[in-house]
């Protein structure tokens, strides 16, 4: 936690916060893991960012079996979210509510009996439940795609125009960027954030994280990785809506990539905890207005 605390001022519960661990059986939840990084997060004055209410196609097998109509769906994840938030309406500050709810072409995706019985309406409501549990808290949808203006970025752009016909509050959207050195720095971030500016939507890089490529020279892939941790930074940095970056792991050792032996190192501080280039790259992009921003650099923390 002490190193946590002096490089972070927010915290993103990776898992605890997940149906699989809070909701695992129809008539229980299980908040210990939550109830007690909550209190070392809050004990460190830290940022709680919730995540996540909906991410279609990861409910426990128990909504799967047992849902089976829209009223169900629908009294089903109005009981988790009014649950939930709730309990949590004073130390969360930011929720998650919707998760990865498109698919590459902007479809909504029908993996989930919430999605596919009830569709969009049920995300509006989704919206809507959580606002009046966390009057306060400030509601995001999250998503891995958003990193160009492409076919999601326009389905989210359409549910935004339809959450505010409805009323309904909705304050941000997630950039998760999951990225690749093989890819490069994403240059199409500054448009994306302008495009949700237009529609008075902050933007947040809620899941930062830089997959190296399998080149035998390390010392220029982490180069390569530090730059675009660095191009990042500058980019939420330079955006008047950008609210936050918040890394997915801060040491390589329990990287949610190392944990699932895809390719490893993606995160700013070696499996010693050592920095990195990147580190060093990530400090130098939210300084590129003079340190005179207000963004917070955060980690998910479910390994602090
Ligand atoms: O804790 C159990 C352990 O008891 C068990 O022995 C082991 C066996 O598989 O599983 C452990 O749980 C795993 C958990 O990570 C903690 O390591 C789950 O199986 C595994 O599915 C889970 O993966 C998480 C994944 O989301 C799915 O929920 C990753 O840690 C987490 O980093 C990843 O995060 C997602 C974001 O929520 C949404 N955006 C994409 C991002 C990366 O996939």
Redesign the pocket.
Known sequence: MSLLKSDFNSVTL??AL?W??LHSTPDSYDFTEADSMMADAKGAGMRVRG??LL?PG?EPSWVNDTVTTCTEARSVLKSHIETVVTRYAQTIEQW?VA??IYDKDGRLKTNSPFTRLCGENLIIDAFRWAAAAAPKARLYL???RLTSVNAAVQAYSALIDKLHSARVPIHGIGL?T?LKVEDGAPDSLPSVMALFREKSIDVEI??LDVRLSESDDEREDLKRQAAIYESVAKSCVEASNCTGITV??FTDKY???S??SVEGGPTIRDANFVPKLAYDALREGLCSNSCTTSQSTTS?G?HA
């Open positions: 990776e898992n997940k699989g661990v995540h996540t991410w990861t998650d998760n990865e999250n998503d891995d998760q999951h809620t899941e997915w792991g990287s949610w990539l944990a699932s998910s479910s």
